[in-house]
T-cell receptor, first 114, second 111 residues
Framework: GGIITQTPKFLIGQEGQKLTLKCQQNFNHDTMYWYRQDSGKGLRLIYYSITENDLQKGDLSEGYDASREKKSSFSLTVTSAQKNEMAVFLC?????????????FGPGTRLTVL | QQKVQQSPESLSVPEGGMASFNCTSSDRNFQYFWWYRQHSGEGPKALMSIFSDGDKKEGRFTAHLNKASLHVSLHIRDSQPSDSALYFCAATRNNNNRIFFGDGTQLVVKP
């Protein structure tokens, strides 16, 4: 088995601030994902990376940057935090892509912007 | 338009009862389905996948897929309080790098 670690667990920022979230996986998976979840609702894909040095935009990439530094790590940057924003950011990984690719999720980073 | 629609939004069943969830894909290309479950404060975890017409049973969980109508359901028999969670349906297709999640159904199992 493996594990996905997300840091920090809680992140409090100020309006306009640049904030970085980090994700590490030891599954040796090729593909990694960043999702945003609002108020315990659905998952919206921000960015994904199918291999090291690859970056693909999801449905919600505006306002975010991402970086796949190496196979095991994937970072997400909120370029300018929005006032009163509250969301959970979930990192996931999978062995490859396609219909059989089960995604494994981390516990999430909870963002609050004051 | 969202590719995956789930119903109901929330569901309450007594302990030992049957919980049933529905899901439909609005895109005929997306006909491979997964069910994920998310307990409060945790990340989602895959429950089961279903890619062929008919039923697939894993313990207390049974999924049913009708590809003609792009409708998939999940049924939990003998529901336990520990089954209380947010249940997501997700759809994908061949030669696609990503999966699309529905908005989820919140299940509460009352002791």
């Amino acid at each position: 088995g493996g594990i996905i670690t997300q840091t920090p667990k809680f992140l409090i920022g100020q309006e306009g601030q640049k904030l970085t979230l980090k994700c590490q996986q030891n599954f040796n998976h090729d593909t990694m994902y960043w999702y945003r979840q609002d108020s315990g609702k659905g998952l919206r894909l921000i960015y994904y990376s199918i291999t090291e040095n690859d970056l693909q935009k999801g449905d919600l990439s505006e306002g975010y940057d991402a970086s796949r530094e190496k196979k095991s790590s994937f970072s997400l940057t909120v370029t300018s935090a929005q006032k009163n924003e509250m969301a959970v950011f979930l990192c996931a990984s999978s062995m490859g892509t396609g219909v059989y690719a089960e995604q494994f999720f981390g516990p999430g980073t909870r963002l609050t912007v004051l | 338009q969202q590719k995956v629609q789930q119903s109901p939004e929330s569901l309450s069943v007594p302990e030992g009862g049957m919980a049933s969830f529905n899901c439909t894909s609005s895109d005929r290309n997306f006909q491979y389905f997964w069910w994920y479950r998310q307990h409060s404060g945790e990340g989602p975890k895959a429950l089961m996948s279903i890619f062929s017409d008919g039923d697939k049973k894993e313990g207390r969980f049974t999924a049913h897929l009708n590809k003609a109508s792009l409708h998939v359901s999940l049924h939990i028999r003998d529901s336990q309080p520990s089954d209380s969670a947010l249940y997501f349906c997700a759809a994908t297709r061949n030669n696609n790098n990503r999966i699309f999640f529905g908005d989820g159904t919140q299940l509460v199992v009352k002791p």
